[in-house]
Every structure is written in C-alpha cells, then in structure tokens.
C-alpha cells in the first residue's frame, strides 16, 4: 500500500518533502531519480502502516529494527518485486535514514545492517559497427519529413559518435552548438549529478547538426531547445525510442538495438579499436571507473590479443 493513500503523521511528510528538496537542490538529483526515490519511500511508510497497525511517527520509524525492514524485504520479494527495484528502494532508504540522521539527530543503525541483494551483472549488448552505422545512416527512411530525419541522424549520431546519453542530448540548447554548428569540434554536456565534461565532436556528427538547424521548420534562438518535436518544444526520449524501435524493425535489427546501445557501442568499439579505459571513463561521464570496467568482459578477444603480443611468457 503506498502511504500518498494513507493519512501521513504530519512530521513526517514535512521531513519527507524537506528530503526530497534536499536531493533535488543540494545533492542536484535528477528528477527521475528524487521521483523514484520518493515513490520507493512511500511504499515502505505504506508497509509500515501496515506492519505497525497505523501510519509511523519519526520516533517508531527510528526505532524500527533489522527484523522490520527485512519483513518489508521480504514483502517485495513476495510480491514479484525486480532485485534491482529493490536495490533502488533500499538504497532510497538508506539516504532518507542518512538524512535523519544528519540533519534531526534520528540515528538508525539497523539499516546499515540489512544487505543489498546480489544483482545478476547485467553487462551492456553494443550493436556491431555495421549495424550502428545502419541504424544511424537509416534515419531519414524512418521519417515522412526530410527535417525530422536530419534531427533524428544528428541525435543517433551524437550517441553513437560521441557517447552521449538520450537525457544529455535532448536537454542540449541551440546557443551550447555555436553560431556556425558545422564548425562544432567540442561540446559541453551536463551529465548525471550536474557534473560537466568536455566531449569532442566528430566532423560528421557537426555536420549533421548544422543540416538539422538549416531543415528545421521553427526559428531556434540561443536559449531554444536544440532538437524539437512537430510543435517546436522540447523532443521527448519517448518519441526517439519510438523511431528508433522503427528503424529496427525495417532493419531487421535486434531488441537489444536501442537508442542507449549507440551509446554501449561507442564505448566497446574505441575499446576495441585500443583506447584506454580512463579516456573512456572521461568521455561517457563516469563517476567510477568500476562502471566503465563491465567493457572489458566484452572485448575478451582483444585482451587476449594484447595479453599475447605483450607478455614476455606469451
């Protein structure tokens, strides 16, 4: 049961907006991420409210103990709950109960002690270089109007060419691409957690966009969305899925060839092809380079080579 349906203690849901705020202004959470994070926390107060007999105070819920959450544990894995849905609500448990205990004094030490459950290691499915270049070179075909597939080419290419994220292209504004887009060699991008870096840009993908701008049917000021929809506003990661989902369907392309995987196979191909995996860190917007690490599983047979060619033993 989740507790927006229940009648919340009063404190409660002040401290519970007071966090969200926090994430959002102070730790510059996406609002994908406060929104998750505070749909997994109300279903725990939900839970709560239940296991207690009636919605928790600050008090009931410090004094909550292993035994409590691993029930709620146990809740969500009876009722189907993905592990990594799981994770995500434990882990935005752990931070509101971090919260408490920093900014009110409500320490906890019960939620330290619950584990996180194994994840199966989900590594990323790039497509083959040829397939790439097929799903972005494609485009056009996808599209009834000629500027719609130049936005679209310019978009697929900014994945796969550099290594953006579907977020990060979209929230891109006309004014960050210059005046004169086809001279573009390096681009500011906003990633995660509002951290900036510096990605270089291909002729081929500055060319794309200055295609797009000189097709596209709305005037784009400085302060305008870079890549818009038919109305002029902003394009939303849902309508480039869908087209996407298109391409690969006339191409024959399997499920796994989403927007997303462009950017997967930007990262394995400059693997493959021998750059190293700090530059990659830096160029995907890494904050570990642990996350980077799941790309070398997928080029054993490069590692191998080089393991051979270099040993003194090989």
């Known amino acids: ?15 519970v907006q007071a966090w969200c705020d926090w994430l959002a202004h102070e730790k510059r959470q996406a609002e994908l991420t406060v929104k998750g994070y505070r749909t997994d926390l109300m279903g725990f107060l939900g839970f709560c409210a239940e296991h207690l007999g009636g919605s928790p105070s600050l008090e009931q819920l410090a004094a909550l103990k292993i035994i409590d959450f691993r029930a709620w544990l146990a809740t969500r894995h009876r009722d189907g709950v993905a ?9 935005a448990l752990r931070n509101f109960y971090r919260y408490l205990d920093r900014q009110h004094g409500l320490h906890n030490p019960a939620i330290k002690a619950l584990r996180t459950p194994r ?7 790039p497509l083959s270089s040829d397939q790439a270049d097929d799903l972005v070179t494609s485009a056009p075909a996808a599209s009834k109007l000629d500027w719609i597939g ?3 080419t310019a978009l697929l290419l900014l994945l796969y060419g550099a290594g953006l994220r579907i977020g990060e292209a979209l929230a891109l504004n006309r004014g960050m691409v210059g005046g004169d887009p086809s001279t573009l060699r390096q681009l500011t991008v906003t990633g995660k957690g509002q951290k900036q870096r510096l990605v270089p840009i291909l002729p081929i993908i500055a060319s794309a966009i200055s295609d797009y701008i000189a097709a596209c049917p709305f005037h784009l000021v400085d302060a305008s969305p ?6 002029g506003k ?3 990661p849902a309508l480039l899925r869908r087209q996407v989902q298109t391409l690969r369907q006339m191409l024959g392309l399997p499920e796994s060839a989403t927007p997303h995987a462009l950017r997967h196979s930007f990262a394995t191909h400059l693997l493959t092809d021998g750059a190293d995996l700090r530059t990659i860190q830096e160029l995907l917007g890494h904050a570990s380079l642990s996350t980077t690490q799941g790309y070398t599983s997928l080029d054993g047979a ?12 090989a």
């Open 1 to 15: 049961m989740q507790a927006d349906a229940l009648s919340i203690d009063p404190e409660v849901a002040a401290i």
């Open 83 to 91: 592990k990594t849905s799981v994770a995500r609500g434990l882990a």
């Open 119 to 125: 994840q199966e290691q989900r590594l990323p499915r």
């Open 150 to 152: 130049k936005r679209d």
């Open 226 to 231: 870079l890549f818009v929809g038919l109305r």
């Open 234 to 236: 902003r394009l939303q």
């Open 302 to 313: 490069r590692l191998m080579r080089l393991y051979q060619s270099a040993h003194p033993r």
